[in-house]
């Protein structure tokens, strides 16, 4: 299976005919959030694959020229909070970044994100708890705590997701937030107890 990640800065090509070219046999499209809408519903009308999303700090919403003001992509499935089952693949996502701004939306603290990782961990235990794998790919927006995460409060990573990796032992982690840009020396991939951390900035081909 070949999945297409993308995250956090449009890719000129990726929005052109240059898509279809490079990307027809992809099997799913998977962004981890702060993506414009018209970018995520182009990919959606150019490739035939499912297409799965978290949203990132900045993704609220854009103003159409009938005057919509639409939230989600079309096309796009939404996985925050959410654990499903795709060509045999289970996926589970987690969105926002750490709280920078007070009362901000897309933001949570430590304690918030540790609560919603709960609640998604709810919709895994009885797979787990039978001995199967309960997830095989968790989609975030920022990166667990002390793997590619920053030094300032905006891009540090949250605890709740070393947690998921340690319980539950995805085969990978595929997360954003943390533009390779900002620092061209630190790791985009790692393993940690099995699981493969991917920064996925701007985009990156993965084959399971």
Known sequence: MKLLAISDEVVPWIYSAG????????????????????????????????????????????????GNHPYDPQ??????????????????????????????PLQYTQSEQWVRAIWLARTM???YIAGDRAVDVLVTHAPPYGIHD??????????????LIKVFKPRLLLHGHQHS?????????TVIDGTRILNVHPYRVIEL
């Not at 018209?38 to 020229?65: C, R, T």
């Not at 925050?80 to 089952?85: D, F, G, M, P, Y």
């Not at 840009?181 to 991939?189: D, G, Q, S």
């Open 150 to 163: 920053g030094p300032d409060q905006a891009h540090l990573g949250f605890h709740a997701y070393n947690w």
């Open 75 to 104: 096309g796009w499935l939404d996985l925050n909070l959410h654990r499903v089952s795709i060509h045999g693949l289970i996926l589970a996502g987690l969105g926002g970044c750490l709280r920078y701004k007070p009362h901000a």
């Open 19 to 66: 898509l279809i070219q490079r990307f027809a046999d992809v099997d799913m499209v998977v962004s981890c959030g702060d993506l414009p809408l018209h970018y995520l519903e182009f990919i959606a009308s150019s490739l035939n694959a499912p297409y799965l999303y978290v949203k990132g700090n900045h993704d609220l919403y854009e103003i159409h020229e009938d």
């Open 125 to 127: 235990l009885p797979r």
């Open 181 to 189: 840009n900002y620092a061209p020396l630190r790791p985009v991939e």
